[in-house]
């Protein structure tokens, strides 16, 4: 270990090099109080590897005046570039904040994602901003938000402008509606590795699938499922981020084994995750749950979940086979690739299609059964 500094974020537990001013996983600023040397014993046993060794410190973060700011974080009603008229927020994660806007000469309603309220923007933010503009823009999947333009606002804040999505995400369906229909289930899986097929094709991966990061487009009477927010994604036309800063990138209950031990990661990554998703869908719980992150990582790396039929007895075991699959520890035991996880997927369709399907469809009243090694999730 290089003996540089990093600071143990409050927020998600991880360690951040010292000069990364906001927690990448919970968009909350970093709090420099606890800073520790990375040569010091680590705080707690079984903390996540990541690729901290050898890592250049980041270059000094990017200072964005403060009046700049200010005309970011009061954007609304303002007019981007003289043609983006941005109307209202509509949605918050990590990173960015977005806006329902209006491209003025085309008349066309238009998504605009930028980061007014990060205190300081590094030169970090800037190129995770960039570098989803520039993956997303070379994809072309009718289940990947299409992108339409980026740039810099008052010549600080990068900003990227998308097809604007009507509906909700995944995460707020279940949280509303709890455990999907399998049917519904398998539309959104099905959509979701068929987008994904597209950007491993050009030898994408994602990183950071998470119901978050899924949309359920509804325009019209059919629901897309749409993957958004490439912006941790590996990809050969762009350098790592993970690798150039040492961080742990992505959301921890959807993390797989092999990222929070720091060892090298492909696609089958985002089949995991897929894994994860698919369990969640189905019973409306995460199937790896925790108090805190080291919880969480020791339950990914140690224990099974929770079988299928503990929460939904009437489930076919065909799906718990599938997503079993997606969910072995040693990655060259789960799919190969997304099309064959999805020639699966298809698979598993046929069969509980059948008329003699043995399954029920998993409403909100429906209450999944209790299990001690299962905790509800929190939010
Ligand atoms: N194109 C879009 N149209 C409508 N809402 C969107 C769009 N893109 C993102 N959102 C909303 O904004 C949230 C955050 O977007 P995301 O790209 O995931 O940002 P972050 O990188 O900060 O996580 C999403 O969960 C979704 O609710
Ligand atoms: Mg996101």
Known sequence: MSGEWFVRCAHCGLPHVVSEQICPITGKPVEMRRRKKTSDPRPEAGFPQANEAQVPPPQI???VKAESLQTASSLIGQVIEGKYLVRELVGRGGMGAIYRAENLRLAKPVAIKT???VPL???QHFARMMREARITGSLNHP???EIYDCGVLHGQIPFVVFELLEGQTLSSRIELDGPLPLNESLDIVEGVLSGLAAAHLRGIVHRDLKPDNIFLDQRGKKITPKILDFGIA?????????TSTGM?????FYLAPEQIRGRACDHRVDLWAMGVIFYE???GLRPFNGQGIDEICRHILNEPPPPLWVHCPNLPREVEAVISKALERDPSSRYASVQEMLAA???LRTEVEQPTQNFISQKKTQEPQSDESTLRFRR
């Open 143 to 145: 289940n990947i938000v």
């Open 345 to 347: 997927v298809r698979k």
């Open 248 to 252: 742990i990138w992505g959301t921890p």
């Open 281 to 283: 869908m189905v019973t």
């Open 61 to 63: 973060p990017h200072q």
């Open 234 to 242: 590996h990809s050969p036309i762009e350098e790592t981020l993970s």
């Open 121 to 123: 923007l590094s030169e």
């Open 115 to 117: 980061l007014p309220n």
